[in-house]
């Protein structure tokens, strides 16, 4: 149980486009699900946090109008990097978990397998 | 700042015993994880340590020293599969994840 899955696992883009990830939860629904980027032999860096139905929260530093989250439904959160760069160029993961985030408590993150994205 | 620290890279021998240290400074603390992830894959989840002391699980162990803000993972009968990148991260005061660096073990035949 508790499977997410990520589409696409890999995509390369030309700079200027916009490219959409999508993160599902396959048997649970996911109450709350979290965006990271991961650069190489960095750390997992979480960019923003969404619970369904409401707008995401981002970290300093995340700039919202680039990267869009939509989290409408209990099974399904997309990340959209607009304009892509080369400098966007990173492995991005979802992770979801049931619970809600409200800062008071932890709820179990499940990780997706994370889609590599390289913009030329 | 919130700070996590871990040696970049370890190298050892199939079959042997490695231990892979972790040190934190964050704003609070609510336990501390470990993840393993291989190469363009997603963490997966090894253990959580909340109160000080040995969590055994296996062939993996973790430790917790509070006081220190230290933690080290303790992988024994070392096999091939385990050359991975092996994760720390803290769970801080508002209960978010706080990753380090990730330290990637070679195992040699």
């Known amino acids: 149980g508790a499977v997410v899955s990520q589409h696409p696992s890999w995509v390369i883009c030309k700079s200027g486009t916009s490219v959409k990830i999508e993160c599902r939860s396959l048997d649970f629904q996911a109450t709350t699900m979290f965006w990271y980027r991961q650069f190489p032999k960095q750390s997992l860096m979480l960019m923003a946090t969404?619970?369904?139905?409401?707008?995401?929260?981002?970290e300093q530093g995340v700039e919202k109008d680039k990267f869009l989250i939509n989290h409408a439904s209990l099974t399904l959160s997309t990340l959209t990097v607009t304009s892509a760069h080369p400098e966007d160029s990173s492995f991005y993961i979802c992770?979801?978990?049931?619970?809600?985030?409200?800062?008071?408590?932890?709820?179990?993150?499940?990780f997706g397998p994370g889609t590599r994205l390289t913009v030329l | 700042g919130q700070n996590i620290d871990q040696p970049t890279e370890m190298t050892a021998t199939e079959g042997a015993i490695v231990q892979i240290n972790c040190t934190y400074q964050t704003s609070g603390f609510n336990g501390l994880f470990w993840y393993q992830q291989h190469a363009g894959e997603a963490p997966t989840f090894l253990s959580y340590?909340?109160l000080d002391g040995l969590e055994e699980k296996g062939r993996f162990s973790s430790f917790l020293s509070r006081s220190k803000g230290y933690s080290y993972l303790l992988l024994k009968e070392l096999q091939m599969k385990d050359s991975a990148s092996y994760l720390c991260?803290?769970?801080?005061?508002?209960?978010?994840?706080?990753w380090g660096a990730g330290t990637k073990l070679i195992i040699k035949p």
């Open positions: 991260a803290v769970m801080d005061s508002n209960y978010q994840l706080i």
């Open positions: 992770s979801a978990s049931q619970g809600v985030w409200d800062g008071s408590s932890y709820n179990e993150q499940f």
């Open positions: 340590n909340v």
């Open positions: 969404s619970n369904e139905g409401s707008k995401a929260t981002y």
